[in-house]
Structure formats: structure tokens, C-alpha cells
């Protein structure tokens, strides 16, 4: 039978989903050799996936590759095609949102014979990227020991506000003094992005050294804790400030009032909605119980911090906060299975989050650092994220070393590629400062974990003199 119709329509037979397959696979299988490497070099994962995406995105654009070149622009290509749909030619809207040259090239692959495949590809892979920021920040919160806190919690509390607070202030100083034309709501993004840490990379080197439950330890990961709660409700109130277009103390005291609410109301509330949800899975295998409840805790969460008018992220950082094995403790001993929910949400997060990496990598441009103000930006970026967390140190009091504390507060990592996202997803963050930023958190993850040893060891040299 002829595959051709009348209308000149042409039928081709194979799966539809085979080009996802392929993209999506190919830029995971990336994300792997950059793990690989990173681990053979003894350094951060999320390094290794970063600068892996840097080569790919850069090496496949100069290659004239369409889908990297979809993929390098973001999600302001998805509002093309939206605003196209809408009624809008697609030549306008893209000269619009990307310059007459950028969207030039853009409205070539869009609307190329390929170009369905190369944007529900492009589509996918931003899907899970965001997926696995959510999984990632859960992760995050299942990590936070709430009673290991208590212990230090006056310490923990200074060093996450002045870790915040100090970066925050000393990044607004930076750009204002370096780009002083630049939009008020761009700078408060900025600043925002330099308060926060990454837990898992000094949690790494601190289990390493044998540190991890020494005072200094249970400061640093109690302080990292407190400073993703205060990033992210930073995060909300510059967000709010974005989408408002204007500064409103009304409007900064609702989003401050609307997150700390959800927050509470997520600790508070969320145990009684688990323990429910684990009542009725609790007839299920075990391990079907604790992923589903968690899975479902988790985008329930999501999604009511999106409806409050806050980030996703927000809601999946509570849900691993609240979220506990020790809520399923009768029907493991019933069923005389054991399983933890750290173990099941692995897999997705192994699978999902690379991608997201990969996928910041590819976005940073690196002609943009062929400005001098780019790299000025840059410069003055990672000397206020270095000294402003050297100064959260001061928060913890004797006898412990303010040194080790303020160079465990320094790796930015994966939390402040999640920031950077945000506000290029929001537009207030154009590539050249989204690479700028790139570089801070790069730099400063790198830059911390030998850091951190050459402290311990000093420390180590000065009590075994005194000794």
C-alpha cells in the first residue's frame, strides 16, 4: 500500500519517541564521561557534568548542531513557539525575544523539516532538567538531621544568616560598582545567588577527613540547612519582586509571611498527611509504599509551593524535610523487609539530575567571556561569594575553628546553579552574567573541598603541638 496520500501527506513508519530516545540518551551519556573523569580526578560530580555540558554546548553550536542550539537558549525558545501558536509570526516574536541574528537562526530550525523533532527533544530533555532540580532538593532535605541541628542551632543560625547575608550584600556591592546601568531586580538576582551552599560537597570531604560529626561538622551541615531555608525564601521574595516589577514592602512581607507559612505549615502538617498516606499504601509491598507516598508527597508539595506563588523547589526541599523512614518502621518489621527511601529515590535523581547539569553547561556561553566586563562581573562575583562566606565563619563561637566553618560554607554547587536557572528562566539574567555566575559556582566548588583539607590538617598540626 502506497504510504502517500493525495494530499501530499507522507506517512513515515517508527516510534515517534525514537529521536527523544537518542537525544535525550546521547546527552545523559555525556553527563556519565563527566562523572567518570570528575571521579577519576578526585573531584565533585557535579564538576565533572558541568564542564562536560561547557565542551558539548559550545563544541556542538560551533558545529552548527540544531538541537544545542535550541538547547543553549533556554526556555525562551519554548516561548517562541507559545507566542507563534498564540498568533504571533514567529519571525516577530523571535527577533523580539533573541535579536535579529539569534532569532534569525532560531525561526530556521523551528520551522525546518526537522525542526518538530529537534524541539520535542529540546522540550523533553528541559523536563527533566526540571524534574531533577525537584529530586535534587528533595534530596537535600532528606539529608538534614533536625536533632544533629538542635544541637548546634544557635551556631548553625548566625553562620546561615551572616552566610547569607554577607555574600548578599557584597554581591549587590560588586555589580553595582561594576555594571552600574544594570536593572535593580537583575542585581537583587545576583546577590541572591551568592548566598547559597552546597551541603553535599562539604559533607563529602568532612566524611572523608572524619570530621563529619565534630562540632565544626554538625555546624557547617546544620548552617548549609538553615542557609537553603533562608536562600530559598530570598529566593522567593526576589522572585516576587521580578514578577511584580516593582519593590513593594507589602508585597516582600507577603512573600516572606506566604513562605515561612508554607514552610511551618509543610513541617507541621506534613508528618499527619505521611503517616496517612502510609496507612493506606501500607497494604502494598513495602517498597511500592514508600515510593509512591514519597514520589506523591513530593510533587503534591511541588506543586502547592507553585500555587503559593513560590518555586517548586521550596515545596520538594520541605517534603524531604518532613519526610522519614521511620514513618513506615511497623510495616518494614511486618513485612521483615527493609528498604529506605534514600535507596529508591536514587535512581531518579542519578538519572535526572545529571541531565540538569548537562543542560547548565550547555547554556554557558563562552564567547560571552571574550568581554572584559563579563570577566570583571566574574571576578568581582567570586571574590564577594569567597570572602562573604569566609565571613559566616564569625557566627560560630569557641572552640571551634571559624576558618573550617567559613570554608565549609563556600561550595555553591548544585543549589546555586538552581538559582542561576530561576532567573534566566525569569529573564533576569541575561547569558553573559548566567555565565559569570557559572564560573563563581564552579570555581568556588572546586576550590573548597582542598581548601577545607588544608584547614582540618593545620588544625590537626596545632592540637597535636599543644597536646
Not at 513515515?12 to 527523544?20: N, S, Y
Not at 525575544?97 to 526537522?114: D, K, M, W
Not at 513530593?298 to 523547589?313: D, E, H, K, Q
Request: hydrophobic fraction near 55%; include cysteine.
Amino acid at each position: 500500500m502506497d504510504d502517500t496520500l493525495d494530499t501530499g501527506v507522507s506517512f513515515i513508519h517508527g516510534d515517534p519517541i525514537a529521536p527523544v530516545i537518542l537525544g535525550v540518551t546521547s546527552i545523559l551519556l555525556f553527563a556519565v564521561i563527566g562523572r567518570f573523569a570528575a571521579r577519576k580526578l578526585g573531584q565533585p560530580t557535579v564538576l565533572g557534568e558541568l564542564l562536560m555540558g561547557i565542551l558539548l554546548g559550545n563544541i556542538a553550536w560551533y558545529l552548527g548542531i540544531d538541537l544545542i542550539t535550541v538547547l543553549r537558549e533556554g526556555p525562551q525558545v519554548f516561548e517562541v513557539v507559545h507566542q507563534t501558536l498564540a498568533g504571533t509570526p514567529i519571525d516577530q516574536v523571535a527577533v523580539t525575544i533573541f535579536g535579529s541574528e539569534t532569532g534569525a537562526e532560531i525561526v530556521r530550525i523551528v520551522t525546518g523539516p526537522q525542526g518538530g523533532e529537534v524541539m520535542q527533544v529540546a522540550q523533553t530533555v528541559d523536563v527533566f532538567s526540571r524534574y531533577g532540580v525537584i529530586f535534587l532538593l528533595f534530596m537535600v532535605g532528606l539529608e538534614a538531621d533536625l536533632d544533629e541541628m538542635r544541637q548546634v542551632g544557635a551556631d548553625s543560625i548566625r553562620v546561615a544568616i551572616l552566610g547569607v547575608a554577607a555574600p548578599f550584600a557584597l554581591g549587590f556591592a560588586a555589580v553595582t560598582l561594576l555594571l552600574p546601568n544594570i536593572p535593580l531586580n537583575s542585581n537583587l538576582f545576583i546577590a541572591a545567588t551568592l548566598g547559597a551552599t552546597s551541603i553535599g560537597i562539604t559533607a563529602n570531604v568532612l566524611q572523608e577527613m572524619k570530621r563529619s560529626r565534630s562540632r565544626e561538622g554538625h555546624i557547617i551541615l546544620g548552617a548549609a540547612v538553615c542557609d537553603d531555608i533562608l536562600g530559598l525564601i530570598i529566593l522567593a521574595v526576589v522572585s516576587g519582586i521580578v514578577v511584580s516589577g516593582s519593590i513593594d514592602i507589602a508585597e516582600i512581607i507577603t512573600v516572606i509571611v506566604v513562605s515561612s507559612l508554607f514552610l511551618v505549615g509543610a513541617v507541621s502538617l506534613g508528618p499527619a498527611i505521611v503517616r496517612f498516606s502510609a496507612s493506606i499504601m501500607g497494604r502494598l509491598d513495602i517498597v511500592e509504599a514508600k515510593m509512591f507516598t514519597s514520589y506523591l508527597f513530593v510533587m503534591v508539595l511541588a506543586w502547592a509551593a507553585n500555587l503559593a506563588g513560590l518555586a517548586t523547589i521550596i515545596g520538594a526541599f520541605a517534603a524531604g524535610i518532613v519526610l522519614s523512614d521511620s514513618f513506615f518502621s511497623d510495616y518494614e518489621l511486618a513485612k521483615k523487609r527493609t528498604v529506605t527511601i534514600r535507596e529508591l529515590i536514587m535512581p531518579l535523581e542519578v538519572i535526572l539530575v545529571p541531565i540538569f547539569f548537562i543542560l547548565m553547561g550547555i547554556q554557558v556561553k563562552l564567547e560571552a567571556f571574550m568581554s572584559w566586563p563579563v570577566i570583571s562581573v566574574a571576578a568581582g562575583l567570586l571574590v564577594a561569594a569567597i570572602i562573604g562566606k569566609l565571613i559566616s565563619g564569625l557566627g560560630a563561637r569557641r572552640p571551634v575553628s571559624k576558618l573550617i566553618v567559613g570554608i565549609g560554607m563556600m561550595p555553591r554547587g548544585e543549589v546555586g546553579l538552581v538559582f542561576a536557572a530561576i532567573g534566566r528562566t525569569l529573564g533576569v539574567i541575561d547569558d553573559a552574567i548566567f555565565s559569570a555566575i557559572v564560573l563563581m559556582v564552579m570555581v568556588t566548588t572546586l576550590a573548597a573541598p582542598p581548601l577545607l583539607k588544608l584547614a582540618i590538617h593545620a588544625q590537626d598540626r596545632r592540637e597535636a603541638t599543644v597536646d
